[in-house]
């Protein structure tokens, strides 16, 4: 990652105008490339239920930025922002220093977290890991890291083990590390700094794995000498068992009753993760945050599961620095039409690219309003439409389902 793009020093310098509270808030730190969001909703969910008051620091949102910063699971109010930000705005005139935006609410959620007295602090990382604004964070009682693939190149690297040293760079020396990367080198670097090391496969496996229909699963799971039997996580895929896995992993590790780590598991959910909607006629609106070649074969894998009689179709739209080649490969064997939007960002990937991945099945539209009206003409009964391939396309599709069928 080139250091003259990120550091950190500037955002401790304000910190420490502030008093230093990213000294002192305990902290679980989160990196990964995929599934980061959803474990550590799992795990700011099981620390809830064992009676913890706990912050949760996301990114990104998807319509309003308060949705990053939640306490007891709750979008801390614009009001509540706006006061730590007004004491980050003091303490860059004070110092000299600038900010990201990014930055800038990274300060806000801990003096936010701080402030309130939160027993603990979940905290994803935006990019990377070692040089990311969240790893300012010092009091870390865990740092857990969720499956790593190739991600950003043009910061963390070409290849996967430049990208895991990038990641494993939140890793606090002799701490707890709960290691689902998939990766050896993170394992490694946890075992030279003295960590107490909890790796999937290794210290802790899952068991049993059982469908509770309509994409929900359960399974058991097994960390030394402690079972838990019938966890059931709150969102849908195969993929969450392995999220909620690690959540439970670091519950035992951090010795949180079982019961607990199973409501918190069963609680979890977060808006845009193969959150699906009745749309009548036995039709469903499928949205997912698949923004890369693993979370779109997981998408692919989930729709493998649908009955003969459903056919689906696709909405979907890229930023230009994704394998949108990739992407397109694990999908279009899944869907019998897709409409290719251009997303309304400056990274946008254009739509007639896209299109051209899925051959004879790819057809462009202007917006999502636009490809939801040619492809609403085509779906029969029991039919399955899928929005997907970045924020501004769930954006739009979760706004028509909240107002149409909540």
Known sequence: MP?????IDSLQKIL?????????LPVIAVAG????????EYISRIMISSGKKTGLYTSPHIFNFTERIRINSEAASLRMIKEELKKIKVALRETGVELSQFEKLTAAAILLFFRE????AVMETGLGGRLDATNVCENKIASVITPISVEHTEYLGESIESIAAEKAGIIKEEGLLIDFSRTAHVRETGKKMGCRVFSSGIE????NIESQGDGFYSFDFKAGNNRIKNIKPGMRGLHQCDNAAAAATLGVAM???QGNIKEGCRQGFSRGRLEVFDAGDGKKLIVDAAHNPSSAETLAEYLRERPDSVDVFLIMGVLKDKDYEAMASFLMPEVKNAFLITPASERALDCSRLAGCFGSKGETAESFAGA???????MKRGDWLVCCGSFSVVRPALEYAYREYN
Do not use: A, L, W, Y
């Not at 420490?16 to 002192?24: A, R, T």
């Not at 802790?204 to 068991?207: G, L, N, W």
């Not at 939801?372 to 085509?378: D, E, L, P, Q, V």
């Open 372 to 378: 939801f009206r040619n492809i609403s003409g085509k």
């Open 204 to 207: 802790c496996k899952k068991e």
């Open 3 to 7: 250091e003259n793009k990120f550091q």
């Open 117 to 120: 007295k939160c027993d603990v």
């Open 33 to 40: 490339t995929n599934g980061k969001g959803s474990v550590s």
């Open 255 to 257: 010795k949180i009753n």
């Open 16 to 24: 420490q105008f502030e008093g230093s509270p990213h000294k002192k």
